[in-house]
C-alpha cells in the first residue's frame, strides 16, 4: 500500500514563502505524473502545479512565483512558494498517478492535505 505525507504547510505574512514537501512510502512501479492540488474554503479544487517527465505546468495565478519539482529517487515532490499573497489560503494536496506493478491500473493517490495560511 503507497501513502503520501505531506507537509511544509503553515501560516505566514503576505509576500512569504513557504516549501511544501510529499514523500511516497511503499514501492511504486511507475509514476506518470506529480501534482499539487489546492482547495480554498467553498470553492473547487485546482490544479496548482504538475510535473511529468515532459515537464512541468502551472495554473495561471501561480505562475513566476511557484515551482514544482521532484527527485525521482525519493519518490518526493515539491512545492516552493514564493511571494505568497491571501488568495493562496488553501489546503493543498499532492497528488501521483501511479501505477504499483506492471501490470495493475493506473491510480490517483493522495496526501492527506496541509494547510497553507497568508495573512494580509
Known amino acids: 500500500q503507497v501513502q503520501l505525507v505531506e507537509s511544509g504547510g503553515g501560516l505566514v505574512q503576505a509576500g512569504g514563502s513557504l516549501r511544501l514537501s510529499c514523500a511516497a512510502s511503499?514501492?511504486?512501479?511507475?509514476?506518470?505524473?506529480m501534482g499539487w492540488y489546492r482547495q480554498a474554503p467553498g470553492k473547487q479544487r485546482e490544479l496548482v502545479a504538475l510535473i511529468t517527465s515532459g515537464g512541468t505546468n502551472y495554473t495561471n495565478s501561480v505562475k513566476g512565483r511557484f515551482t514544482i519539482s521532484r527527485d525521482n529517487a525519493k519518490n518526493t515532490v515539491y512545492l516552493q512558494m514564493n511571494s505568497l499573497k491571501p488568495d493562496d489560503t488553501a489546503v493543498y494536496y499532492c497528488?501521483?498517478?501511479?501505477?504499483?506493478?506492471?501490470?495493475?491500473?493506473?491510480?490517483?493517490?493522495w496526501g492527506q492535505g496541509t494547510q497553507v495560511t497568508v495573512s494580509s
Open positions: 511503499g514501492s511504486i512501479f511507475r509514476i506518470n505524473a
Open positions: 497528488n501521483f498517478n501511479a501505477k504499483l506493478t506492471p501490470f495493475a491500473r493506473v491510480y490517483d493517490y
